[in-house]
């Protein structure tokens, strides 16, 4: 089985939640890494998402230690939108 992973750079202009996340983060911009495999026997390639994970400040550490969490890709697509739509 062949897997990917696709790296992006989100930012959120607002602290947010995440589901998955027990705490609040602090607007800034965040890891995104996307694991997906090729689904197997097609004429073409396709591939399927099997997880993502964010990278985020250890809470409570000093510095840059930083600790990675698996989250849902709705539950991401969720919080950027409701960072987007939030007011300053």
Not at 2 to 16: A, D, L, M, N, Q
Not at 25 to 37: F, I, K, N, S
């Amino acid at each position: 089985m062949t897997i990917r992973s696709r790296h992006e750079s989100v930012t959120f202009k607002h602290p947010f939640h995440i589901r998955g996340i027990a705490r609040e983060l602090p607007a800034g911009r965040y890891e995104v890494v996307t694991d997906e495999e090729m689904i197997e026997g097609l004429s073409f390639a396709a591939w399927r998402r099997v997880a993502t994970m964010i990278t985020v400040p250890k809470e409570g550490a000093r510095g840059d230690i930083t600790e990675v969490h698996a989250i849902g890709s709705v539950d991401l697509a969720d919080a950027q939108r409701i960072d987007a739509t939030a007011h300053d």
